[in-house]
């Protein structure tokens, strides 16, 4: 059910507006096991949101007010990831990129897509799929990742601290950067 809303909720960020869609350049994921080895924290940075035109439409105002509405001011995190408490949610400004950032907790690793055979054994990740976790392709994490073919990140036992680091977006694709929409926001707040 967690791994479904999870899913859910990934599908929602990236297909925002039916003519438009948000994506972000990186989407970097760090996990931290508490000593029962079983719940703990996270931490999920997006780097670069933008907009991603629908057809030949400039959207990236509705996706903008997609993302503060429903994501960032709104509970759509929360109420899509029933696994994540105490979320704390950012955006802010890196180097003229707009950076989004998920801090949260969780009870059990398998309510953020890690598994172990039998609660025992190596940790696993499959970085394939539609997930909030498993979307994007691979590119960087502190585990070993067996390859397109077996595409699954392996930690050993012990290991407390995951980190793993997908592409959502390729340098070709088009797209419109929302930093200065979120600079305008900025200021109206204050």
């Given at each position: 059910?967690?791994?479904?809303?999870?899913?859910?909720?990934?599908?929602?960020?990236?297909?925002?507006?039916?003519?438009?869609?948000?994506?972000?350049?990186?989407?970097e994921t760090r996990i931290k096991?508490?000593?029962?080895?079983?719940?703990?924290?996270?931490?999920i940075l997006f780097t670069n949101?933008?907009?991603?035109?629908?057809?030949?439409?400039?959207?990236?105002?509705?996706?903008?007010?997609?993302?503060?509405?429903?994501?960032?001011?709104?509970?759509?995190?929360?109420?899509?990831?029933?696994?994540?408490?105490?979320?704390?949610?950012?955006?802010?400004?890196?180097?003229?990129?707009?950076?989004?950032?998920?801090?949260?907790?969780?009870?059990?690793?398998?309510?953020?897509?890690?598994?172990?055979?039998?609660?025992?054994?190596?940790?696993?990740?499959?970085?394939?799929?539609?997930?909030?976790?498993?979307?994007?392709?691979?590119e960087a994490s502190n585990g070993?990742?067996?390859?397109?073919?077996?595409?699954?990140?392996?930690?050993?036992?012990?290991?407390?601290?995951?980190?793993?680091?997908?592409?959502?977006?390729?340098?070709?694709?088009?797209?419109?950067?929302?930093?200065?929409?979120?600079?305008?926001?900025?200021?109206?707040?204050?």
């Amino acid at each position: 059910m967690i791994r479904k809303n999870v899913a859910l909720f990934s599908l929602l960020f990236l297909a925002v507006a039916i003519s438009g869609c948000l994506t972000a350049e990186h989407k970097e994921t760090r996990i931290k096991l508490n000593a029962d080895g079983k719940s703990g924290s996270g931490v999920i940075l997006f780097t670069n949101i933008s907009s991603e035109p629908g057809d030949t439409a400039d959207v990236s105002k509705d996706d903008f007010n997609s993302l503060i509405t429903e994501y960032y001011q709104g509970r759509k995190i929360e109420t899509e990831n029933k696994g994540m408490k105490n979320v704390r949610k950012s955006l802010y400004k890196v180097e003229g990129k707009l950076m989004g950032e998920i801090k949260f907790d969780f009870d059990d690793l398998k309510d953020v897509g890690f598994f172990r055979y039998k609660d025992s054994g190596l940790f696993m990740y499959y970085t394939v799929g539609e997930g909030f976790f498993t979307s994007g392709q691979y590119e960087a994490s502190n585990g070993s990742y067996a390859g397109e073919k077996m595409p699954v990140i392996f930690w050993e036992p012990d290991q407390r601290e995951f980190y793993l680091k997908m592409a959502l977006s390729t340098p070709q694709e088009v797209r419109r950067p929302l930093v200065a929409l979120f600079q305008a926001w900025e200021t109206n707040r204050h």
